[in-house]
Structures are given as structure tokens and as C-alpha cells.
């Protein structure tokens, strides 16, 4: 049974079929995403592929095709493709249908604490790879995100990042409670949401905030009339 392969599909197909929306038109916003989709692509497959070679986590062959890149398995990097299209078309509709930035207010407020509290817990488990490195990681993108747009695009993130959850929770349960996905304990707090580790929860972050920077730095180039990268 190809499960994970079925994942990237659901992942991906409704976004796909609605971005021909005609008030969202997400389509049009390909030459900004597909870009930011493969920076973030490459991140995550080179720190995927050293996480598994450590047996941080590893995969079920069981629910796979067969096929490997880079030590992973192909519909693990599908993931990293499928799982961001889906989250900036969130992001993108909440945009189009959401007109009032509900979280705005208090989201750099939030920004910062939630940068403290993580830093700490991950300085607190440097033994624990997928702990530190994800909880140290988010603040730095977080920083490297406001040199950009200070604050102004946080409380849409955060409104993008909550409704993400819904399908987070419903994909990742099925990644890890057959499991699809499986991890080192020895690497993570131990802390589980149902059978995700919560460590996902800033990992999923991490991949949203990402993408979403790199598409909004992508758009806000082309309307500066400045060029796009090459391979668009």
C-alpha cells in the first residue's frame, strides 16, 4: 500500500484544482511560488537526508514506492513540495477571503516570546537533534524574516499557520500512527500529540514561515519591477 504517496496527492490535489479560483487565482502566483518552494525544497531535503543517515527518524518501507533520493525516499520529497503549494494557498485564500489581519496586533509581541521560550527549551536538549535544531532554527528564520518585513506579515502567517493545522494533524496522524514515519526518541522530547511528535508542530513552522518569505520577498520584486530569479 502506497500511503504516503496517496498523502502527497490528497496534500496537493483540492489547492491544485482550486487555484483556478476566479476571486483567489492562485495560479497566477506560481512564478513567485514555484521558486520559493524550491528554497525550501533544498533546505529541507539535505537536513531530512542527514536526520535519517543519523536515525533521528526513518521510513517504513512497507508504505513506500521503492524509489530513493539522497537517502530518502521519493514521496518524502514530494512532501516538500506538496505540503508548501498547500500552505501558501492557505495563506493566499485567508489573504483573499480574511480582509481583517486579526492577529496582527499582537502577533510581534508573540513572535518574540515564542522565539525566547523555544531558544531556551532548544539550548536545554542539545543532545536531542530534531529538538534543538528545529526550536534553535525557527527563531533564525523569524529574524530573517522581519529584516525583511518587520512585522507586517506576521499576523497573516499566524492566521495561515493556524488553519494549517487542521490538515497537518490529519496528515501527519496517519504518517506516524501506522507508522509511515518513524522517529528516535532519543532525539525528541518525547512529548507526543496523539503520535506526533510536537517537535512537527515548529518543524511545520519552520517549512511555512520559509516559504511564505521567500514567496512574499519573490512577489515583492516583481512588483519593484525588479527580475526574477533564472529558473522561473
Not at 3 to 22: A, E, H, Q, R, V
Not at 50 to 78: A, K, M, R, S
Amino acid at each position: 500500500m502506497y500511503i504516503y504517496l496517496y498523502l502527497n496527492i490528497f496534500t496537493i490535489l483540492f489547492p491544485f484544482l482550486l487555484s483556478f479560483d476566479k476571486r483567489v487565482q492562485f495560479y497566477k502566483n506560481w512564478k513567485y511560488l514555484f521558486p520559493a518552494i524550491a528554497i525550501n525544497a533544498l533546505i529541507f531535503i539535505v537536513w531530512d537526508s542527514i536526520f535519517t543517515q543519523h536515525g533521528v527518524w526513518g521510513f517504513n518501507n512497507d508504505y513506500l514506492l521503492g524509489i530513493y533520493f539522497f537517502n530518502l525516499p521519493l514521496e518524502e520529497v514530494l512532501f516538500f513540495i506538496t505540503v508548501p503549494y498547500a500552505c501558501v494557498f492557505i495563506y493566499e485564500c485567508l489573504n483573499v477571503y480574511v480582509k481583517r489581519d486579526l492577529l496582527q496586533q499582537r502577533a510581534l509581541v508573540v513572535t518574540i516570546l515564542l522565539a525566547i521560550f523555544i531558544s531556551l527549551v532548544g539550548l536545554l536538549h542539545l543532545g536531542k537533534l530534531y529538538t534543538s535544531v528545529t526550536f534553535l532554527l525557527l527563531p533564525v528564520i523569524f529574524f530573517i524574516h522581519y529584516l525583511f518585513f518587520k512585522d507586517r506579515l506576521l499576523g497573516r502567517f499566524y492566521l495561515a499557520y493556524l488553519v494549517h493545522l487542521v490538515p497537518f494533524l490529519l496528515v501527519n496522524g496517519v504518517l506516524t500512527s501506522l507508522p509511515v514515519v518513524w522517529y528516535n526518541n532519543g532525539h525528541n522530547l518525547g512529548i507526543r500529540l496523539t503520535t506526533i511528535p510536537i517537535e512537527d508542530t515548529m518543524y511545520s513552522m519552520v517549512m511555512l514561515l520559509i516559504t511564505i518569505t521567500a514567496f512574499e520577498f519573490f512577489r515583492r520584486r516583481q512588483k519593484q519591477n525588479l527580475p526574477l530569479p533564472k529558473f522561473v
